[in-house]
């Protein structure tokens, strides 16, 4: 899809359960796209799957 940028106040530590049944330890981030994705693309990778 392109480069990315961390958004700088989005680090979030959390926990997630694994596969195992345990918690982990994980950090969320959210990105932001350095260039647009076109609108037909987006579109596209969102539609619900049939």
């Given at each position: 899809m392109g480069d990315v940028?961390?958004?700088?106040?989005?680090?979030?530590?959390?926990?997630?359960?694994?596969?195992?049944?345990k918690n982990v330890s994980v950090v969320k981030v959210r990105y932001k796209m350095n260039h647009p994705v076109e609108d037909s693309i987006y579109e596209y990778i969102t539609a619900p799957s049939s």
């Amino acid at each position: 899809m392109g480069d990315v940028t961390p958004i700088d106040d989005s680090f979030e530590e959390t926990t997630l359960v694994d596969d195992n049944n345990k918690n982990v330890s994980v950090v969320k981030v959210r990105y932001k796209m350095n260039h647009p994705v076109e609108d037909s693309i987006y579109e596209y990778i969102t539609a619900p799957s049939s």
